[in-house]
């Protein structure tokens, strides 16, 4: 079993940053792709961002190209990492971390483990 915990989100004025993490437990991280989702009030949640279980290949929504950056720790801390910089209000929803053994394309669609969640709002 996987458990994901996500923390960083916050309150931001538009065109700052927040560093999101998601913390997994168990012995087998290095072995899942790994992805961040979000959802806005009244809306579907939407895909943001995903990562290889290396960490060597990642793909992102147009929405954040360019502006945010999915990165993992392999090596001592189990976490996965979204770097949101250039903050828009249109970028406030709950954003929540996944995870999958079968890989990227299987979190790009919703995989198997999810974390709670961690609000983010970006005032204009």
């Known amino acids: 079993q996987v458990q994901l915990v996500e923390s960083g989100g916050g309150l931001v004025q538009a065109g700052g940053s927040l560093r999101l993490s998601c913390a997994v437990s168990g012995r087998t991280f290095s072995t899942y792709a790994m992805g961040w989702f979000r959802q806005a009030p009244g809306k579907e949640r939407e895909f943001v961002a995903v990562?290889?279980?290396?960490?060597?290949?990642?793909?992102y929504a147009d929405s954040v190209k360019g502006r945010f950056t999915i990165s993992r720790d392999n090596a001592a801390k189990n976490t996965v990492y979204l770097q949101m910089n250039s903050l828009k209000p249109e970028d406030t929803a709950v954003y929540s971390c996944?995870?999958?053994?079968?890989?990227?394309?299987?979190?790009?669609?919703?995989?198997?483990?999810w974390g709670q969640g961690t609000q983010v709002t970006v005032s204009s």
């Open positions: 996944n995870a999958d053994l079968r890989g990227m394309t299987y979190v790009r669609s919703g995989g198997n483990y």
């Open positions: 990562i290889s279980d290396s960490g060597g290949t990642t793909y």
